[in-house]
């Protein structure tokens, strides 16, 4: 698929800009890549600036445990497509999946690419990585997944963990998590990990971070688990396409049901918008509208976040944390708590009729005392007087 | 009994003195000068016009974080920030009037009026709640003991209180006061207001910004009047609205705030400290009587007793 896609570009308009891609389609190609990933034009003019100073950033990616779903993904963005990527934007020096070199070959170019690019290659890691057992459950060319992972890492210019098994552990980290798989940056806990987690994670997030990098030399800002801030920064809920029908209160109840029909927010379905910081609901897959959950009439699933995926329940609805008004108002004249004055007179008369009770019973207990004592004055001090002499 | 009785009456007597010394007090009180309270122009505030708001209330999550509020999410079962009315948990609440034809409709924005010469202030017995220099009503936690008097004496029913806390607060808006000036400009209502239907400034500038609003588009506003430029004194928080603003849940005040009134009264039985001194002089007086009267008795009464009681051991 890949060979077709390069073919056709090569033959045709012979892909990289050095080799005759005119300035034109080169900008254009830019642009959409700053374009999609939110970047401003300005960004785009740096970009351009800093790859025709033929500084495209070299890039190692490595797999370990998961299904190649990101790479897939990426294989499908078309604003720029891969062919573009990797032919004017960086070079892609290894990739399992989409090299042509195999065996000893592949890992002499990988070591060519660590040697020759040291301290500013990209490492790109899609895959949890083992941790039980020395990590024996995975091993590339006589390697653990660790030590490969260490190997490389240790001379990279910038890390970033594509999807949720190399930001924190994803499927294979799933309970009870045989393999003691792990996202990488546990294992490299003095580097700077940028995570971008995604089941799988939207490809443009991975250009955007990337294309940053070749840019302006440095990193978008990070929130603390390590994700772009420009990506991970709200939740799908805050920029819900369906989020007018939740304000409104109307749910889908089941699926199929008439709401879910009518387009009706998927909350109740155990919806975990609220709880997911992602911006697929601005940003869906590979250009083709509402190609994304919840577009697809799915509750969201949560899958960037470690404490929702594969850990919550998938139809279990989520918790809000900072709820927002509905549609429905507070009215002015709020019903607040009022007695009637009806209610406040009963009351009154039932307290004055216990207090005069008890007043007049007192007065009665008073006299009966009154005769064991006619004539003294301390009632009290003299009854106790009487019983003494008794 | 007998003793208890004594004990109540002890009781009723010092009430009944403090009870006519109060009330002869306030006669003459009321013909002490008036004191003629001016409304400081520079003082910090909000003006909220009611025809730009379009209810989006982004203003109360904004409030809600930015004071570090736990969301009251009313009957919604967490779904959403559902205050019925202002609470321990809401300090600015965005309500809807319609009339009962449906025609007239307007939004309200419920919260702290700051008064300039505030009333709950004026009740507080410890000054914890208090005007701040800038004008702004604030409350100070360490000085609260809870009486709740504010309550009472405010007359938009601003101030609430945390019957559910072990420690309870006052919760009232202090114009995000912990905030503006150091990481923020401005209260966080009035920077997430998408119409800027909600403005802060000086109270100054925004009465002259309600009042140049009122000549560009006369009859438009309410009786062509700003409300807050004299009610109560005169209040910190401006409403502009094309609505009766007895229908917003603000009520029809004087001219004269209310802290003023009782100020007439108060300043005139604590002057000097003479009326604790008189009514505490007084009670210490009848008690010691009473007192003196008792141990009379007990010579009689109670030197019996006890001889009585010798015999017997």
């Known amino acids: ?390 | 009994m007998d003793v208890n009785r004594r004990e109540i009456l002890k009781a009723l007597m010092g009430g009944t003195v403090a009870a006519a010394v109060a009330t002869t007090g306030m006669p003459v009180g009321t013909a002490a000068k008036p004191e003629k309270f001016e409304a400081d122009p520079t003082a910090l505030g909000l003006m909220y016009d009611a025809t730009k708001c379009i209810g989006c209330r982004a203003c109360m999550p904004a409030c809600q974080n930015a004071n570090g509020l736990t969301p009251d999410v009313g009957g919604s079962g967490g779904l959403y920030l559902q205050p019925d009315t202002l609470n321990a948990h809401t300090k600015n609440l965005i309500k809807l009037y319609v009339a009962e034809d449906g025609h007239e409709r307007s939004f309200m924005k419920q919260q702290c009026m700051h008064c300039a010469d505030p009333a709950c202030v004026s009740g507080c017995p410890m000054e914890a709640l208090h005007k701040e220099p800038n004008g702004v009503v604030g409350w100070t936690s360490h000085l609260c003991i809870g009486c709740r008097y504010c309550q009472v004496a405010c007359p938009f029913n601003i101030p609430k209180f945390e019957w559910d806390k072990f420690n309870p607060k006052i919760v009232k808006c202090e114009l995000c006061r912990h905030i503006v000036g150091t990481t923020e400009s401005e209260p966080a209502c009035t920077k997430v207001c998408p119409t800027h239907a909600v403005i802060y400034g000086k109270r100054g500038d925004l009465l002259a910004e309600a009042h140049r609003r009122i000549k560009a588009k006369p009859g438009f506003y309410f009786e062509d009047h700003v409300y807050g430029e004299t009610e109560a004194g005169g209040t910190q928080c401006l409403v502009l609205s094309q609505v009766d603003y007895i229908h917003l849940g603000l009520p029809k005040l004087g001219n004269q705030s209310p802290a003023a009134q009782t100020r007439k009264v108060s300043d005139f039985v604590y002057r000097g400290f003479l009326t604790p001194v008189v009514v505490y002089g007084g009670i210490v007086a009848i008690v010691r009587n009473r007192w003196k009267e008792h141990l009379k008795h007990a010579e009689h009464g109670g030197g019996e007793d006890t001889h009585g009681e010798e015999k017997r051991a």
């Open chain 1, 1 to 390: 698929m890949l060979s077709e896609v390069i073919s056709s570009t090569t033959e045709e308009k012979s892909a990289t800009f050095r080799n005759g891609v005119d300035r034109r389609t080169f900008l254009k190609i830019v642009a959409q890549a700053a374009a999609a990933v939110g970047l401003t034009g300005s960004m785009a003019a740096k970009m351009v600036a800093a790859v025709e100073k033929g500084a495209r950033p070299s890039v190692i990616w490595l797999h370990f445990q998961e299904c190649t779903g990101c790479t897939e993904s990426l294989l499908r963005t078309s604003h720029p497509g891969l062919a573009e990527v990797l032919f004017d934007l960086i070079s892609l020096d290894y990739h399992e999946t989409l090299m042509a070199a195999a065996g000893h070959q592949a890992e002499a170019a990988l070591e060519a690419a660590i040697k020759k690019n040291a301290g500013n290659f990209i490492l790109v890691v899609e895959g949890a990585v083992p941790t039980k057992e020395n990590g024996i459950y995975m091993q590339i060319a006589n390697k653990t997944g660790v030590d490969m992972l260490k190997h490389v890492a240790a001379s990279a210019g910038a890390i970033v963990a594509i999807g949720s098994c190399a930001s924190w552990g994803g499927v294979p980290s799933a309970s009870p998590n045989p393999t003691g798989a792990t996202g990488i940056n546990q294992l490299l806990p003095d580097k700077v990990v940028v995570t971008l987690p995604g089941c799988p994670a939207n490809p443009y997030i991975f250009l955007g971070t990337a294309l940053q990098y070749v840019a302006l030399g440095k990193l978008p800002e990070l929130d603390e688990l390590g994700r772009p801030k420009f990506a991970y920064g709200r939740t799908i809920h805050e920029h819900c396409p369906r989020r007018a029908h939740f304000d409104a209160g109307r749910f889908a109840e089941e699926f199929g049901d008439e709401g879910h029909r009518l387009g009706y927010c998927l909350y109740k379905l155990g919806c975990k918008g609220p709880m997911t910081h992602a911006s697929c609901s601005v940003l869906h897959f590979c250009e083709v509208v509402d190609a994304w959950p919840i577009g697809l009439g799915h509750p969201c699933f949560g899958c960037t976040e470690q404490n929702v995926a594969f850990n919550l329940p998938m139809l279990k609805p989520a918790e809000i944390v900072r709820p927002t008004p509905p549609a429905t108002y507070a009215p002015v004249t709020a019903p607040q708590g009022y007695i009637s004055p009806i209610a406040t007179g009963i009351g009154g008369l039932l307290v004055g009729g216990i207090l005069g009770g008890g007043w007049m019973a007192s007065k009665k207990i008073a006299k009966k005392e009154e005769p064991a004592s006619p004539g003294v004055m301390r009632s009290k001090g003299d009854t106790t007087g009487a019983s003494g002499k008794e």
